[in-house]
């Protein structure tokens, strides 16, 4: 032992602990990058259906109600799983990125876009949220620590970029009230798909959603009774009640669910770009299910969004 370390020492030693740095996680094994990606890809499937099955329900139902009753069986789908698989409770520290979760997807995003999809047309709305992947690769550097390369972000941007280019052609320039619901929408949602990835690293994506559901059941389940009557009574037509049930299973529980899980597998940033093919698919079927025109710019989209994709998944984190 050093002299200076030593108790028989005149002057106390005062040991100043170093500060803990913010570790950006850990990049998952490339072995895990082709299984992610498929999940990834199965959850943006799932999601590019969301804006047309919103646009369903609103035949029968107002907006709070659609939004309030998707919450509330898609909570009772995920309590019933949670509770049948004998799921603990999530630690302590998790729940604060729970609950980011539940007001951003579970509450957040279907409200805002409920409501902007009563003014706007889906392919509108579709191509508007395409923004979503930069914002939420931003919202991941920023909460995970990650530093994606400049070629990524290049990549992103002019992806972003392509998005509002067909947005603003379709509007005529001028952002519209569906506008601003769809941009603070996509806000909540970046910061709700930054936690659920962060989470699902060490813990089951579907436990992440399935919790973030159960934490939004004290807010969803009046809400779901005051919209019932508040609202028109709902017409429960073919059309109404196919598109809520694939918003209570598809959108809101078993998209997030494989969604989560890939952002989990290749990570938030390269997952999140993705995401730029959920637009268009939306776009297609707009065209297949309401019957809406498809935009004369919508191919050249498709290729500068495509293009970005490859990109961005080649580039190095």
């Known amino acids: 032992m050093r002299a200076h370390d030593s108790a028989t020492a005149s002057t106390p030693i005062a040991i100043t602990a170093p500060s803990p740095a913010v570790a950006p996680l850990p990049a998952p094994p490339a072995h895990t990058f082709g299984a992610g990606a498929l999940l990834a890809l199965l959850g943006v499937a799932a999601f590019s259906l969301t804006f047309p099955a919103t646009a369903w329900a609103l035949e029968g139902m107002g907006p709070w109600t659609v939004v309030m009753l998707r919450s509330v069986l898609a909570a009772a789908l995920a309590g019933g799983c949670l509770a049948a698989c004998r799921v603990r409770l999530p630690a302590r520290r998790q729940w604060a990125g729970i609950a980011v979760v539940a007001a951003g997807v579970v509450l957040g995003f279907p409200l805002l876009t409920t409501l902007a999809l009563r003014t706007s047309t889906t392919s509108h709305a579709a191509v508007v949220v395409g923004l979503l992947p930069l914002t939420t690769a931003a919202y991941s550097a920023v909460r995970t620590g990650s530093r994606p ?121 390269r997952a999140s770009q993705l995401q730029l093919a959920q637009p268009l698919l939306t776009l297609v079927w707009s065209v297949v299910l309401l019957g809406e025109r498809l935009p004369p710019a919508a191919p050249l989209t498709a290729l500068a969004v495509l293009a970005c994709i490859v990109v961005t998944q080649r580039a190095r984190s």
């Open 149 to 269: 390369s400049r070629t990524f972000w290049l990549a992103a941007l002019v992806g972003a970029a392509a998005v509002i280019a067909f947005a603003v052609q379709q509007s005529g320039g001028t952002p519209s009230t569906g506008d601003l619901y769809l941009f603070a929408a996509l806000v909540l949602c970046a910061a709700g798909y930054g936690e659920g990835g962060r989470l699902a690293r060490r813990m089951p994506g579907w436990q992440v959603i399935g919790w973030a559901l159960v934490l939004s059941l004290p807010v969803t389940a009046p809400g779901a009774v005051l919209a019932l009557n508040a609202e028109p009574a709902p017409q429960l037509t073919g059309h109404a009640v196919a598109g809520l049930l694939w918003l209570t299973a598809g959108s809101t529980f078993l998209g997030m669910v494989v969604w989560y899980r890939g952002m989990a597998a290749i990570g938030i940033s």
